[in-house]
């Protein structure tokens, strides 16, 4: 097996896995424990993968290959694909353990496990040997620091989950894409989840909730104190946090937009204002606006903005002053391919593209899909009355209100395809 004599195990989440041909079966998102009845270290059986659909399943550590810093190789492309259930004498990593408050022996040293470090014994068990701890401080201001010990040194690494933190769990978190974020979160027990949802900054938050189920949300939400659910929802996309809101009781709606900054706010209250299921109710408000007179050095260096998602960054709509929604007249858009084949000091209202009619925020949805589809389009301009730049519906917001409202939620998925707990499949 090649691999290190020792594996940390909570390293391993996010990796991807191949099978011996090189193709991608998913990626790890937790090791499983198994606990043991002497005084043994526990034992690791196996690794959490997530496949496509999220559907997690469960890979036994004798078909694992190869562990390094890139990537885990299993030995067969053979795989059970029933999906991952805990044995009540096991243990996940990453979900149970990692950040146990625990105290080490003899110097009776207290800590929260940071990682567990398994090593291969002469049965070929791979067998949990050390903890990495990081001391408590007690200062606020100050972290501890990392040390290791042997897992029988260990006290408070098995027991009641009340004595695990956050720290840990969110720093590891904060390493995925916000949609690994959130699948990551939905498999959390709700009182951990909501922990570490509340320990996540601000804009991590925001981009979290964007990608969970909209029960998810609001369950989250609702267990913020409402100045820092204002603070999430600001950060969040108008048009998600328009949706997000829209789940919540009036009173509860109310409370929040006057609790956000009035500019954040205005934008988030006039998407609410459009009947539901219309362009106006799914665009996006703040595409990427700039006035004819600007060039294409300064277009590429607007959508070059790393907070901008992708479709957003894909085109710029060029209008009159003002740039911000509602804008000036709406003279056309320019896709960034065009703006990589002209030179940089050309002007942006030479190189308008304005043969295909804008949406208007009364459009419905299947309108709103047969014209992006016709024109292949990603994103597609709204104006209103006036001809004004109201905003921009994108291929992403299509398909966030094409498809069923509980598509983001994996139980619902598998619950689709028949494929529940005990099913069994082979590929």
Do not use: C
């Not at 099978?19 to 424990?33: C, L």
């Not at 201001?141 to 006290?155: D, I, P």
Request: hydrophobic letters at 40%; a negative charge; zero cysteines.
């Amino acid at each position: 097996m090649s691999m290190g004599t020792r594996v940390y195990l909570a390293r391993l989440a996010a990796l991807p896995v191949f099978d011996p041909n090189g193709d991608r079966v998913g990626r790890i998102r937790d090791s499983v424990v198994r606990l043991r009845t002497t005084n043994r270290p526990p034992q690791v059986v196996g690794l959490v993968a997530e496949m496509a659909l999220r559907r997690r399943i469960f890979l036994p550590i004798g078909r694992v290959t190869t562990m390094d810093a890139e990537a885990v190789v299993l030995s067969t492309g053979t795989l059970n694909l029933r999906r991952f259930e805990k044995r009540p004498n096991e243990l996940l990593v990453i979900e149970d353990l990692l950040d146990r408050r625990v105290t080490i022996e003899p110097e009776e040293t207290a800590g929260s496990v940071v990682d567990l470090g398994m090593e291969l014994n002469r049965n070929n068990e791979w067998l949990v040997t050390r903890v990495a701890v990081r001391e408590h401080t007690g200062r606020l201001t100050r972290r501890g620091h990392v040390f290791q010990a042997e897992t029988e040194r260990v006290r408070g690494l098995i027991g009641p989950t009340d004595t695990q933190g956050s720290a840990n769990l969110v720093a590891l978190l904060e390493q995925m894409r916000p949609a690994d974020m959130a699948n990551a979160l939905q498999d959390l027990p709700d009182a951990r989840r909501d922990e570490v949802a509340a320990a996540l900054s601000d804009r991590t938050l925001a981009d979290v909730l964007e990608e969970l189920p909209e029960h998810d949300q609001v369950e989250i939400l609702i267990k913020l104190d409402r100045e820092r659910a204002a603070d999430v929802l600001e950060r969040m996309e108008p048009d998600d946090a328009a949706d997000l809101l829209a789940e919540l009781p009036q009173a509860e709606q109310t409370l929040l937009l006057d609790l956000m900054e009035p500019e954040e706010s205005e934008p988030v209250r006039q998407l609410m204002s459009y009947t539901k299921g219309t362009a106006g109710s799914v665009m996006t408000s703040e595409p990427v606006i700039m006035t004819p007179d600007a060039t294409v050095a300064e277009a590429l260096a607007r959508i070059r903005e790393p907070e901008l998602p992708p479709v957003v960054a894909a085109q710029v709509f060029v209008a009159r002053a003002p740039s911000a929604t509602p804008s000036g007249k709406y003279l056309g858009m320019v896709h960034f391919q065009r703006l990589l084949r002209e030179p940089p000091a050309s002007l942006l209202g030479g190189l308008v593209v304005n043969d295909i009619d804008p949406l208007h925020p009364d459009h419905d949805l299947k309108d709103i899909t047969r014209r992006m589809a016709t024109y292949d389009m990603v994103a597609m301009p709204v104006v209103d009355n006036s001809h004004r730049l109201v905003g921009a519906v994108t291929v992403d917001d299509v398909l966030d209100h094409s498809l069923p409202r509980d598509w983001r939620d994996r139980d619902a998925q598998e619950a689709e395809q028949g494929i529940l707990p005990g099913a069994e499949e082979t590929s």
